[in-house]
C-alpha cells in the first residue's frame, strides 16, 4: 500500500516544520487537523453574510442542508433530536470532508487510516452512554441493559452481559464499516491507477464519492439510532409498566 502512495507535499512540508522539534506527525493526523482548520475558515468567511431578513444563497442551500439533517435526527428521535445535531452533524461534516479529501491529488483520506474511523466511533458511543445516563440518571440506565419488559427477571444476568457485548461492538462495526469502505476504495484505485494510470481510475473515483458521502450519512443515521435507545428508554419502561 505505502509502495503504490505518493508521498503528500502537504505531511511533507509539515513535518519538515516539525523537525527541528524532533516531532512526526503521520499523514492522518495532518489531514485530521485540515479539516478543523477548512470548517473553521468557512465559517468564519461564511458568518458575516449570514442574515435573517435576506439570506443569501449560500445560507440557504446550507439551511436546507441543516434542514435535511434535522428532519434526518427527528425521525428517528422526534423533536428532541434537534439538541443532538451539532455532534451528529459535526461528526458528519468531519467523515465526509475527510472522504472526499482522498479524491484530491496532493490529500489523502484520514479515513481511511483506522484510527480515525476508531475515533469518530469511540466519540459517538461516549456520547451517547453520556445522554443515556444524563436523561435517566446511573442506575436507571445501568439498570436497562438487564431488566427489559416482558421479559423473566431470573434472566436479567444473562441478557446484560448480551447488552454489554452488544454495545461493544458498535465501536467495531462503526470503525470497521467506515474504514472497510473508505480504506478499500482507496486501494483500488492506487491499484488501477499503478497499471493505467489516467482515465480507468476515474468511474472507481467517482464512485468513491458516493460512497464516501453515504457513509457519513450512514454513521449519521447509526448515531441518531443509538442516542435514541439510549434517552428514551425509560420512557418505554414506564410505558409498559
Known sequence: MEALEHPSPLVQLINALLAPLHLHAPDHL?????ICLIVLALGL???PSLSVASPGRVQIVLEDIVGFFVSSIESFM??????????????FVFIWIGNMM???????????NVNVPFACAITLWLYYHYQGVRAQGPVSYIKHFGVMPGVPIVMAPMIFVIEIISHFSRVLSLTLRLFGNIFGEHLVVLIIASIVPFLLPLPIQFLGLVVGTLQAFIFLVLGAIYLAAAVTVGEHHEELG
Request: a positive charge.
Open 30 to 34: 495532518v489531514f485530521s487537523a485540515l
Open 45 to 47: 468567511a461564511i458568518r
Open 78 to 91: 422526534g423533536p428532541r433530536g434537534r439538541q443532538f445535531l451539532p455532534m451528529l452533524g459535526g461528526l
Open 102 to 112: 482522498g479524491q484530491v491529488p496532493g490529500l489523502g483520506a484520514p479515513t481511511s
